[in-house]
Protein backbone atom coordinates (compact mmCIF):
# COMPACT_ATOMS: atom_id res chain seq x y z
CA UNK A 1 0.00 0.00 0.00
CA UNK A 2 1.55 3.70 -0.39
CA UNK A 3 0.76 6.84 1.27
CA UNK A 4 -1.60 8.18 -1.13
CA UNK A 5 -4.14 5.39 -1.00
CA UNK A 6 -7.59 6.69 -1.11
CA UNK A 7 -8.72 3.42 1.27
CA UNK A 8 -6.32 4.98 4.00
CA UNK A 9 -8.97 6.31 6.84
CA UNK A 10 -6.35 7.38 9.30
CA UNK A 11 -2.34 7.99 9.18
CA UNK A 12 -0.57 7.93 12.22
CA UNK A 13 2.60 10.67 11.92
CA UNK A 14 5.34 10.36 14.61
CA UNK A 15 6.16 13.81 16.25
CA UNK A 16 9.75 13.03 16.66
CA UNK A 17 10.81 14.11 12.86
CA UNK A 18 10.94 17.41 13.84
CA UNK A 19 13.57 16.61 16.64
CA UNK A 20 15.19 13.35 15.61
CA UNK A 21 15.51 13.24 11.70
CA UNK A 22 13.74 9.78 10.54
CA UNK A 23 10.25 8.93 11.02
CA UNK A 24 7.41 6.49 9.93
CA UNK A 25 4.11 7.30 8.67
CA UNK A 26 1.21 4.78 9.27
CA UNK A 27 -2.29 3.98 8.23
CA UNK A 28 -4.87 2.63 10.43
CA UNK A 29 -3.88 -1.02 10.98
CA UNK A 30 -0.46 0.11 12.39
CA UNK A 31 0.88 -0.40 8.68
CA UNK A 32 3.68 1.69 7.51
CA UNK A 33 2.86 3.41 4.19
CA UNK A 34 5.55 6.44 3.77
CA UNK A 35 8.08 7.97 5.78
CA UNK A 36 9.45 11.84 6.81
CA UNK A 37 12.98 12.76 6.88
CA UNK A 38 14.34 15.94 8.28
CA UNK A 39 17.22 17.47 7.05
CA UNK A 40 18.64 21.06 8.59
CA UNK A 41 19.72 23.52 5.91
CA UNK A 42 21.49 27.02 7.01
CA UNK A 43 18.27 29.09 6.62
CA UNK A 44 15.97 26.51 6.33
CA UNK A 45 14.48 23.07 8.00
CA UNK A 46 13.47 20.46 5.09
CA UNK A 47 10.94 17.48 5.91
CA UNK A 48 10.87 15.09 2.60
CA UNK A 49 7.72 12.82 2.44
CA UNK A 50 8.65 9.28 1.00
CA UNK A 51 6.25 6.88 -0.12
CA UNK A 52 6.39 2.89 1.42
CA UNK A 53 9.20 2.51 -1.64
CA UNK A 54 11.00 4.90 -0.81
CA UNK A 55 10.07 6.95 -3.79
CA UNK A 56 10.45 11.03 -2.88
CA UNK A 57 6.54 12.45 -3.05
CA UNK A 58 7.29 16.02 -2.37
CA UNK A 59 9.19 18.42 0.42
CA UNK A 60 8.19 20.77 2.94
CA UNK A 61 10.45 23.96 3.60
CA UNK A 62 10.31 25.88 6.75
CA UNK A 63 12.18 28.69 6.85
CA UNK A 64 13.98 29.70 9.82
CA UNK A 65 14.38 33.08 9.83
CA UNK A 66 11.37 35.48 10.48
CA UNK A 67 8.64 36.16 12.94
CA UNK A 68 5.97 33.89 10.92
CA UNK A 69 7.18 30.92 10.07
CA UNK A 70 6.35 29.65 6.23
CA UNK A 71 6.14 26.32 5.21
CA UNK A 72 6.58 25.42 1.34
CA UNK A 73 5.66 22.29 -0.17
CA UNK A 74 6.92 21.43 -3.23
CA UNK A 75 6.52 18.23 -5.67
CA UNK A 76 9.66 16.44 -6.80
CA UNK A 77 10.61 19.28 -9.66
CA UNK A 78 10.51 21.80 -7.24
CA UNK A 79 7.05 23.34 -8.13
CA UNK A 80 5.34 24.69 -5.42
CA UNK A 81 2.04 22.87 -4.53
CA UNK A 82 1.03 24.72 -1.45
CA UNK A 83 2.21 27.09 1.60
CA UNK A 84 1.33 27.21 4.98
CA UNK A 85 2.04 30.56 6.54
CA UNK A 86 0.92 31.72 10.17
CA UNK A 87 -1.47 34.73 9.66
CA UNK A 88 -0.27 38.04 11.08
CA UNK A 89 -3.37 39.38 12.77
CA UNK A 90 -4.82 36.13 13.83
CA UNK A 91 -4.54 36.48 17.87
CA UNK A 92 -4.93 32.86 18.52
CA UNK A 93 -2.01 31.74 16.59
CA UNK A 94 -3.50 30.04 13.79
CA UNK A 95 -1.97 29.02 10.22
CA UNK A 96 -3.60 28.23 6.55
CA UNK A 97 -2.51 26.58 4.18
CA UNK A 98 -2.84 28.44 0.65
CA UNK A 99 -2.42 26.94 -3.12
CA UNK A 100 -0.40 27.83 -5.97
CA UNK A 101 -2.56 30.85 -7.00
CA UNK A 102 -2.42 31.99 -2.89
CA UNK A 103 -5.86 31.09 -2.66
CA UNK A 104 -6.44 29.37 0.53
CA UNK A 105 -7.08 25.65 1.12
CA UNK A 106 -7.23 24.75 4.32
CA UNK A 107 -8.21 26.15 7.32
CA UNK A 108 -7.48 24.76 10.95
CA UNK A 109 -9.38 25.20 13.88
CA UNK A 110 -9.05 24.37 17.49
CA UNK A 111 -6.47 23.99 19.86
CA UNK A 112 -3.06 22.02 20.62
CA UNK A 113 -3.38 22.41 23.88
CA UNK A 114 -7.07 20.87 23.42
CA UNK A 115 -5.19 17.96 21.27
CA UNK A 116 -8.00 18.02 18.67
CA UNK A 117 -7.61 20.39 15.46
CA UNK A 118 -10.35 19.99 12.73
CA UNK A 119 -9.51 20.89 9.36
CA UNK A 120 -11.68 22.56 6.88
CA UNK A 121 -11.30 22.44 3.06
CA UNK A 122 -12.34 26.19 1.90
CA UNK A 123 -12.61 24.58 -1.59
CA UNK A 124 -15.47 22.43 -0.22
CA UNK A 125 -17.41 25.38 1.78
CA UNK A 126 -15.52 24.46 4.48
CA UNK A 127 -16.90 21.18 5.07
CA UNK A 128 -14.53 19.11 7.55
CA UNK A 129 -11.75 17.38 5.82
CA UNK A 130 -9.75 15.77 8.29
CA UNK A 131 -9.35 15.45 12.24
CA UNK A 132 -6.09 15.95 13.46
CA UNK A 133 -5.54 14.31 17.26
CA UNK A 134 -2.40 14.49 18.79
CA UNK A 135 -1.63 11.29 21.25
CA UNK A 136 0.29 12.53 24.66
CA UNK A 137 3.63 10.97 25.69
CA UNK A 138 1.81 9.23 28.76
CA UNK A 139 -1.35 7.97 26.92
CA UNK A 140 0.63 5.04 25.30
CA UNK A 141 1.79 3.56 28.46
CA UNK A 142 -0.24 1.06 29.88
CA UNK A 143 0.96 -2.41 31.19
CA UNK A 144 1.68 -4.11 28.26
CA UNK A 145 3.04 -1.06 26.56
CA UNK A 146 5.60 1.42 27.64
CA UNK A 147 6.08 3.38 24.45
CA UNK A 148 6.31 7.01 25.47
CA UNK A 149 6.44 8.61 22.04
CA UNK A 150 4.02 11.27 20.81
CA UNK A 151 2.12 10.87 17.63
CA UNK A 152 -0.31 12.83 15.81
CA UNK A 153 -3.10 11.06 13.98
CA UNK A 154 -5.16 12.31 11.22
CA UNK A 155 -8.33 11.16 10.32
CA UNK A 156 -9.34 11.77 7.23
CA UNK A 157 -12.73 12.80 6.95
CA UNK A 158 -13.17 13.57 3.11
CA UNK A 159 -11.70 11.18 0.81
CA UNK A 160 -11.11 13.69 -1.54
CA UNK A 161 -9.05 16.13 0.02
CA UNK A 162 -5.75 16.38 -1.43
CA UNK A 163 -3.76 13.73 1.00
CA UNK A 164 -0.32 14.95 0.27
CA UNK A 165 -1.00 18.70 0.86
CA UNK A 166 -3.00 17.92 4.13
CA UNK A 167 -0.02 15.90 5.86
CA UNK A 168 2.19 18.85 5.32
CA UNK A 169 -0.23 20.90 6.82
CA UNK A 170 -0.53 19.00 9.93
CA UNK A 171 3.16 18.77 9.99
CA UNK A 172 3.36 22.21 9.79
CA UNK A 173 0.22 22.63 12.32
CA UNK A 174 2.25 20.36 14.55
CA UNK A 175 5.24 22.06 14.68
CA UNK A 176 3.56 25.79 15.36
CA UNK A 177 2.06 24.19 18.07
CA UNK A 178 5.42 22.66 19.29
CA UNK A 179 6.93 26.45 19.46
CA UNK A 180 4.53 28.45 20.63
Known amino acids: ?64 LGMNPIYDVRDTTGS ?11 LRNSMRMYGRDKEELFRARGSAVKRQIIISDLKRKGKTCATIRKTGTWEGVSLSCTDLK ?31
Not at 10 to 20: G, T
Not at 151 to 166: A, H, N, S
Not at 168 to 173: G, K, R, T, V
Open 1 to 64: MNLLDPSITQYVLDNRVWRAGTSDIADQTGTKVGSMRRKVLPTQTEIRFTDSDGSLLCTMRRKV
Open 80 to 90: LLGRAKRTAVD
Open 150 to 180: ERCVVQIEDPKTDRLLLLAYAMALDHLARST
